[in-house]
């Protein structure tokens, strides 16, 4: 009994504390200062239970809990720590471009196997195509059923300043597309992303974390490096590995301040926002939720089963970098643990560094579906009526917009305002949406992550490549 303390008391005063909120929820009667003391002293039951469970896993999941309470008690102390998120942000976006580079280079001209490249990017697109579809349609299906923007009274909507629509295209663009036919336009901005993707200059992609320009760069610079003989490229393959190996090593450094930046993260969150926004909008968010859950329980966990992926393992294996991605609201900061852990999972490095990355602008679940569902809401809170043709012709348009914006929080709204805008769809609507974005972004971009990991292992199983025996026995390496 006294070895099992550490749990059993986080349990019960947790239990305390959860009923004493439905007493007050329901009758209104506990004291202010007893609800304080007793969520204070769950925390403090909570850090005892962290001490001895020494994982970096479990104490980035309790700063999470620590920063929401944080932030409904001390906003003003939690919006303060906001500068503490955006440093741990930054410092994990130090990691993206050398990562990316040197695993995908090392993964291509290491194995000189070019053949495999060409599969794995047509493995890889189809299964991103048919994932985001259904994402897709789970989104769509969802709000018609809940119907969470009819009947809502806009005169309540906030005066919030919209993001500018433009900050989807670039100036040039909007000039261009403002000279096209309207039924043309679609064209202009599939054909602008393919451009987009393809750099410039090396240096400025990787400054500006411009992901899917570093995978093209990476993998046509491995392609050509492949191509040389083997004294020349044995350097610059030595050089790849010692750096892709190192820059793990790097990562496993930054995961140590983790807890802080995440923490600060939720505590800003819930501090700037206040946990009284649930209450407004309500079936939006819920209806978004459960739309993400039926993603995962109906699309996603049959994949896994059907695929044999120790459905266990893989729960601890991505519950860190989806924590990060939850609380941070950027697919970014889990980017480097997604890589390791995938791989200790046992997916093959060469697999994770090109199938990951490519997913982070192509396989956009938790984005698709949730740009499907806002943009059928906007409709019915302006009281339009879209019949499903058309419905299926603006979401047909966000999944070519929608590319690229997994790295970016809240991108995804720039691209529902330009997509609103596009179909006439009323714009003042959105800013409703504005006060729950943030905790509909957690959401949406914890399920990119997830849906990420599990096609990195679709693609090692479809190669034969994956390695059974090491996801069975995959344990925390942080146990």
Known sequence: MKNKMHVLAPVILITITSILVGLEYIFGAIPKDVLFAARWISILSLVYYCWKRKSLTTWIIFSIVLGAVLG???????????????????LVKTIVGPILFATLVYGIAGHSDLKQVGRMAWKSLTYFYVATTLA????????????????????????????????????????????????????FKTLAFFRDAFPENIIKSIHENKVLQIVVFAVIFGIGLAMVEEKKRKPLVDLMESLAETMFKYTKIVMYFAPFGVGAAMAYTIGHMGLDILSNL???????????IIFLLVVLLPVALYLKVPIRQFISAIKEPV??????????????????????????????????PTGYSFNLDGTTLYLSLASIFVAQAAGMHLSIGQQLLICLTLMITSKGVAAVPRASLIILIATADQFG???????????????????????????????????????????QEKALNYVDSDE
Request: proline share 5%; aromatic share 8%; net charge negative.
């Open 72 to 90: 409904y008690d001390f906003p003003g102390f939690a919006k303060a720590l906001h500068p503490l998120s955006q440093g741990f942000i930054k």
């Open 136 to 187: 897709l349609f789970i989104g769509l299906f969802a709000i018609n059923m809940t119907k969470a923007g009819v009947g809502i009274d806009m005169s309540h909507v906030p005066n919030i300043e919209l993001p500018d629509k433009s900050a989807a295209t670039s100036s040039a663009d909007a000039l261009e597309i403002a000279g096209l036919p309207e039924n043309t336009h679609w064209i």
């Open 282 to 292: 309500m079936m939006l968010l819920l209806t978004l939720y459960a739309a993400l």
């Open 323 to 356: 924590s990060i991605a939850f609380a941070t609201t950027s697919s970014d900061a889990a980017l480097p643990l997604v890589m390791t852990h995938m791989e200790k999972f046992g997916v093959p490095r060469k697999i994770v560094s090109f199938v990951v």
């Open 425 to 467: 769809l009323p714009l003042f609507v959105i800013a409703a949406i504005l006060g729950i974005d943030e905790l509909m972004d957690m959401a949406r971009t914890s399920v990119n992550v997830i849906g990420n990991c599990l096609a990195s292992v679709v693609v090692a199983k479809w190669e034969g490549e994956f390695d």
